[in-house]
């Protein structure tokens, strides 16, 4: 687990996963056979299924956002919330999430999955700004209205909550044309997307550069999607970010 944790951090993503979905078969082993795998962990039982839970969230993360597979990410969060006695909004954000990036599931199902997160975690921005898209994106009046009523407690909140509201109103516009535009795709599938974009220009002979590589965790997706042949140029001061950013400290 431990071992995951680390190399999710320096961008491994696929060595991640394998740590992870190691921990999840050997934590679950350990909690259907005491007598064999008691030397697993010296988590009580209790303890091990939060654990589990938790790698059970990394993993669906790692599916969803690196390796391109929202589907799996849907099943493995609802895994989580099922092993968690007490489960984390994360996981139902994340089944939310999952299920409107993989395309299959409706809108309603996605809101019925942020109505539970936010009956865990109440007043949390990113909560309830899925939940204001999705039911504005369903387009009954009702859910309008609903939708509205949240983006107007965001439009209130702290500037990291409240510019949601603006982003929105931006991503709105430029998917006019597209009403069912998915909006939840991972870092993969976003690259995937724009390197397919700009291959004529590649194969002229164009650059592929990517300015702030950080760990290179989006730099080894990028190669993964290229062709085997193609230079990628990676571009980083690597003394960290001017300003914070997020959860990164300046």
Known sequence: ??????????????AATA??????TLYQCFMENLAQF???TALSKEDCR???????????HLNHDALGDPQAATRLYRDAASIDQQPSSCSFLGIGTSMEAAEIYSFQDAVAAYRKARELTPNKGI????LAVALERIGE?????ESNALMEILRRSEASDACLVDSWGYVR?????NRMANLHRGTRAMLQLALEEASP?????????????ASGRSLRMAQELLPLNTPIHGFDTFTGLPQAWGSEPA
């Not at 909560?127 to 899925?130: E, G, K, S, T």
């Open 173 to 177: 516009w430029h998917t006019r044309k």
């Open 50 to 60: 939060g654990v589990l839970a938790y790698a059970c969230v990394r993993l669906a």
């Open 38 to 40: 008691g030397h697993v």
């Open 141 to 145: 009046p009702e859910t309008i209205e």
């Open 201 to 213: 220009l590649v194969r002229m002979g164009g650059l592929v550069c990517e300015f702030g590589v």
């Open 127 to 130: 909560i309830l700004f899925n």
């Open 1 to 14: 687990f431990r071992m995951g944790m680390q190399l999710e951090k320096i961008g491994e993503a696929r």
């Open 19 to 24: 740590a992870f979905h190691e921990a999840a």
